[in-house]
């Protein structure tokens, strides 16, 4: 039987390392001379394993909210209101949280895969010899670049969700083009466009920060790096969800919301 101080301990411990990681890389983030080339090849990675899988993802998702929100805004008898449904929908919370759980579950596995490679293989330790910080050298860029990647491919998403439910509502559910672009403004603000992004780019940290941390405390040979991977994927999902209801919630309280 596990003693009680040593599941505090292990709840403690492990939140509290990666918080000094985060802060540490943070600490770093400006530090002089950036590392661009690594940063753009990273980007240029990012974006070429998600823009695809985003793609392709936001259109049902982009249907299925079309869905349900046409059936059941029709009951009380405001079909008029599927377009700027569908747009608050996406925008809000689709277009976020589908970039994010691409880039944390195709980028955020292969940085922390990559990383961990390097851990057991000692390259890391090799670079703290040579008197060069890992933080800065192979942390920040790709922290960064899944930031930078992710805020493009949200506006990408959203656009690609719009679309397929405008699809989905004229050609399936019989609706309006007209009264379906003509509702774009009713419920959808401005204030939404930004709330989203800056939704995105704290997922993308949040993703890069994760991959990372687990990529250099992998340990235990490959087997050891696949446990990482693991747990990279699941751990990003939960922080992903934790810090959309908080923003979300925050947002609410901030910004009035426009009526009917």
Known sequence: MVAPSAVVHGLLVGPGRFFAFAGATLRVMFRRPFQWREFLQQAWFVAGVSVLP????????????????????RQFGAQSYTGTTAVVANVREGGPMITALV????????ICADLG?????????????????PLHRLVVP?????????VFLNGTVSVVGILG???FNVLVQDGSPGAYLASFGSLAQLADL????????VFGLTAGLVASYKGLTAGGGPKGVGDAVNQTVVLTFVLLFVENFVMSALYFQIVPQKGM
């Open 142 to 150: 790709r922290v960064l670049a899944t930031a930078f990647v992710a």
């Open 194 to 201: 930004y709330q989203a992004l800056v939704k995105a780019l």
């Open 165 to 167: 439910s405008y699809v």
């Open 117 to 133: 490679a390097r851990t057991i293989r000692e390259e890391i330790d090799a670079l703290e010899v040579l008197g060069i910080d």
């Open 54 to 73: 985003t793609a392709l993802v936001s259109i049902p998702i982009g249907a299925i909210l079309t869905l349900q929100v046409g059936n059941l805004i």
């Open 103 to 110: 880039v944390a579950g195709a980028a955020g596995s292969a």
